[in-house]
C-alpha cells in the first residue's frame, strides 16, 4: 500500500520549507529517491533536508564524488548522485551495503540509474517543471513514510 500526492512550488524558498517540516520528525533508515530532469529541484531539496536535520555546513552536490557522507547527532545522512554512473555495477564499488544501519537516511538522486543496487525507498519524489515553477509528485511505500508524510500540512 502507498500513498500518493503533488505539491506545487512556485520557488526556492517553497521547497526548502517543505524540505524543513519534512524533516522534523524523521525517523531512520529511511531511503528517498529523487527523481527528476537536471535542475528540476533534486538537490536543492536534499540540501535543505540535510541542513534542516542538522547540519550547519556547506552541502555540497556529490555530483563527482557520488557519495557525501554527514554525521549528525542521532543520525547519519548519505547523500548519492548517481547521474555520472554509466553501469549499475559501479555503485557496488561504493560499499553501500556496509554504510547502511539503522541510523542512516539515505538520499539518492537518479535512482533509476542504479538498476537493482538500491534499497527499496521509504520515500519516492519525482520533481518537475510545471508553468513556471515546480511540482513534486511523491509517493510514500513504508508504513512510517505513509504516516509521517500525511501528519504534514501540504
Not at 554525521?71 to 548517481?82: K, P
Not at 555495477?89 to 551495503?97: A, H, N, Q, R, V
Not at 538520499?107 to 515546480?134: C, H, I, N, S, T
Amino acid at each position: 500500500m502507498t500513498n500518493q500526492g503533488e505539491i506545487r512550488f512556485s520557488g526556492e524558498a517553497q521547497l526548502k520549507k517543505f524540505a524543513n517540516k519534512l524533516a522534523l520528525g524523521l525517523k531512520p533508515p529511511l531511503v528517498f529517491w529523487l527523481a527528476g530532469d537536471l535542475g528540476a529541484g533534486k538537490t536543492t531539496f536534499a540540501r535543505a533536508l540535510i541542513q534542516a536535520l542538522g547540519h550547519g555546513g556547506r552541502v555540497k552536490s556529490p555530483t563527482y564524488g557520488l557519495l557525501e557522507h554527514y554525521e549528525l547527532d542521532s543520525l547519519r545522512v548519505l547523500h548519492m548522485d548517481l547521474y555520472r554512473i554509466n553501469d549499475p555495477e559501479e555503485i557496488g564499488f561504493l560499499g553501500l551495503d556496509d554504510l547502511l544501519d539503522d541510523q542512516t537516511i539515505l538520499l539518492v538522486e537518479w535512482p533509476e540509474k542504479a538498476g537493482q543496487w538500491l534499497p527499496e525507498p521509504d520515500f519516492m519524489f519525482k520533481f518537475e517543471y510545471l508553468d513556471g515553477g515546480r511540482v513534486l509528485f511523491w509517493t510514500a511505500s513504508s508504513p512510517f513514510s505513509r504516516r509521517h508524510i500525511g501528519h504534514l500540512s501540504i
